[in-house]
């Protein structure tokens, strides 16, 4: 896999103290996702200054339904996989 980046917003954060878990264990789980994880997407990012897909998955990690969001841009002719949200799943 290539480039990786965590975006570091308050509730994601919150929710991988709250678990004891760190952007690196986030980012296992991400990489361990399959497709029974998937809940919604590819839909466009709403935000203008961000195009690109979104792609959405609900992932049960030791019991708990986290919410997971990512996606993947382009930097520098690089892709990099962001991941925009990983929190306990509020949407259910």
Excluded at 10 to 39: M, W
Excluded at 43 to 54: F, S, T, V, W, Y
Aim: net charge negative; with cysteine.
């Amino acid at each position: 896999m290539g480039k990786y980046d965590f975006v570091p917003r308050r509730k994601n954060l919150q929710s991988l103290a709250q678990h004891g878990l760190t952007p690196i264990d986030a980012k296992n789980e991400i990489l361990d996702l399959v497709v029974e994880d998937y809940y919604k997407g590819p839909k466009l990012d709403l935000d203008p200054n961000r195009a690109g897909d979104i792609w959405e998955f609900k992932k049960d990690i030791d019991g708990i339904t986290f919410y997971v969001k990512i996606k993947i841009v382009i930097e520098n002719g690089n892709e990099i996989l962001k991941c925009i949200g990983f929190h306990e799943d509020d949407f259910a």
